[in-house]
């Protein structure tokens, strides 16, 4: 009897796990699945009707948040140059920057740039650059007036203080558009470190503008600026970038002033340095038309009346309008 317990409790046959014929068995069963596991896509539309109803829904979410009310751009036939404010806390690289995008654009170097610059960037698209001060009325003068913002962060410090103070006065004066670049990344020697901290200043940066905001990389200098093909693809960047008239900018005329020259007679200036002078200011005009007589107001000076305004013929034209 013994012998027969033995022979009913014979063990079940094991299908070989591991050696040739195993895997032969097992190409043979994966034969029709695709390289990701699962069965061939184009073979089997869908696989669960709840996880393809999902996808559909947040197709549909991702392309409605991407429709805008339209509104009505009420700039001229020729708009005017759009304002790229360099903004950053000081030896970060705001300086090197503009340099580097001049010569980008122009092929042409310039010693120090004083004031805004404009250049023509594509047919029918002009850009001024202009540097924002490490002071907070700079800052909020150029905040009223900038329509894209480059946020210049020096990657080994990290964030500062001026960084979110700028993104505060921002939101007060309806939102630009804003990108951040992060300079200094050749003061990493590990990679780790600075894929940890590209990381880190990323998901602070879309935390405090907004999910997915354009973050550029500029890793370190080339001579007296940065690389050809960071400097390249920043501009292609820039160049694609479509900017949302804010609505309080384009109810309001203003002008941002690339020159401006005083008209009062020296000889009394010198016997009277504190009279009251006669200026004439050179920019372009934006927003609505400026009216004569109107009165303006100069950030640090206060409110003043004009006496005229002249339309003078545009100092840096579109190429298309120079053949003509």
């Known amino acids: 009897s013994n012998m027969d317990s033995f022979t009913d409790s014979k063990k079940s046959h094991h299908a070989p796990q591991a050696g040739k014929k195993a895997r032969r068995k097992e190409e043979k069963k994966n034969a029709n699945k695709h390289e990701n596991g699962q069965p061939n896509p184009r073979a089997f539309t869908m696989y669960s009707a709840v996880r393809a109803g999902k996808e559909a829904r947040r197709r549909l979410d991702i392309s409605t948040k991407k429709h805008h009310v339209p509104m009505a751009d ?36 310039i010693a120090d740039p004083v004031g805004p610059i404009t250049i023509v960037t594509g047919k029918k698209k002009r850009l001024t650059l202009m540097e924002c001060n490490n ?122 002033a690339d020159r401006v020259e005083d008209l009062t007679d020296p000889e009394q200036v010198k016997r009277d340095p504190k009279m009251a002078r006669h200026l004439s200011l050179y920019g372009y005009c934006r927003g609505i038309n400026l009216k004569p007589n109107m009165k303006v107001h100069i950030p640090g000076c206060g409110d003043m009346y004009m006496k005229n305004v002249t339309y003078l013929p545009d100092p840096c034209p579109l190429p298309d309008k120079e053949k003509k």
């Open 74 to 109: 009420r700039s001229a036939v020729d708009p005017p140059p759009f304002i790229v404010a360099v903004v950053g806390p000081p030896k970060v690289g705001k300086t090197t920057l503009i340099k580097s995008l001049v010569k980008h654009y122009t092929k042409q170097k």
């Open 135 to 256: 002071d907070l009325n700079a800052m909020l003068d150029v905040a009223k007036v900038a329509d894209l913002v480059l946020m210049l962060v020096d990657a080994s410090y990290g964030f500062e203080m001026e960084t979110f103070e700028f993104l505060n006065i921002l939101q007060v004066h309806g939102f630009p558009k804003v990108m951040g670049v992060l300079t200094h990344l050749d003061m990493f020697k590990q990679n780790k470190r600075l894929t940890k901290t590209k990381k880190r200043l990323k998901d602070r940066f879309w935390t405090e503008i907004y999910q997915g905001a354009k973050l550029f990389y500029l890793s370190g200098l080339v001579g007296d600026g940065y690389h050809k093909r960071e400097i390249l693809n920043l501009s292609r960047f820039i160049s694609i970038m479509k900017f949302r008239p804010l609505v309080w900018k384009s109810t309001h005329p203003y002008i941002l």
